[in-house]
Structure formats: C-alpha cells, structure tokens
C-alpha cells in the first residue's frame, strides 16, 4: 500500500510564492508517476502538473511558467514550487501517485490509484 502526505499550503499574497511537499510511503518502489491535483470549491478536481521517475513533466496551461513539479527521490518527496500567485489558484491541492508509467492524459484523474488528504491554498 502507499502513502501520500502533503504539506506546505497556507495563505499568501497575490503574486507570491509557496511550496508544497508531498512525501510517500509503502510500497512506491519501482517505477511510478505522481502528480499534483487542486479542486476548489464548487468546482471538480484538476490536474496541475505530473511527473515520473525519469523526471519528464507536464504541466496544465493554466500554471505552466509559474509551477514547477519536481521529486526528490532519496526522500520519497513530491514538491510543487507555485510562482506568481493568483487568487484562481486556491484551491485544496493533492497529491497522487500510480505505481507505474503513464504514457498519456497524465493529469488525467483516472490515472492515479493514490491521494493524499491534500492542503489547503488561499491566495488572497
């Protein structure tokens, strides 16, 4: 089984930045995808931005040039670093992994078997 605990959110200024960690545990030896997913109220969940083990990303339109998704294998931890800050951008933020490649639509929800509980974003 796997693991998924974000940290990291809270609340900032337009136009500031802010880094969540997302560290894994269990079973994520092997080769895997993970990504960062925000749904803000009213609205359903979407993808913001994937990575796999050979560090390829992708990233939505709407962050892509502000976030930048990146993992620290040797402590099992996901970031997201958030640039440029805008109130669109709160939203709760989570974490997913899936124990292997994903060739495509990677920020597609379907894809992930795992989440987090997520943390909070209000930018403000």
């Known amino acids: 089984d796997v693991q998924l605990v974000e940290s990291g959110g809270g609340s900032v200024e337009v136009g500031g930045p802010l880094t969540l960690s997302c560290v894994a545990s269990?079973?994520?030896?092997?080769?895997?995808?993970m990504a960062w997913f925000r749904q803000a109220p009213g609205r359903e969940r979407e993808g913001v931005g994937a990575?796999?083990?050979?560090?390829?990303?992708t990233y939505a339109g709407s962050v892509k040039g502000r976030f930048a998704i990146s993992h620290d294998n040797a402590k099992n931890t996901l970031y997201l670093q958030m640039n440029s800050l805008r109130p669109e951008d709160t939203a709760m933020y989570y974490c997913?992994?899936?124990?292997?490649?994903?060739?495509?639509?990677?920020?597609?929800?379907?894809?992930?078997?795992?989440w987090g509980r997520g943390t909070q974003v209000t930018v403000s």
């Open positions: 269990g079973d994520t030896i092997g080769r895997y995808s």
């Open positions: 990575i796999n083990l050979g560090g390829s990303t």
């Open positions: 997913a992994l899936q124990p292997a490649y994903i060739l495509s639509d990677r920020l597609s929800i379907g894809k992930y078997n795992f």
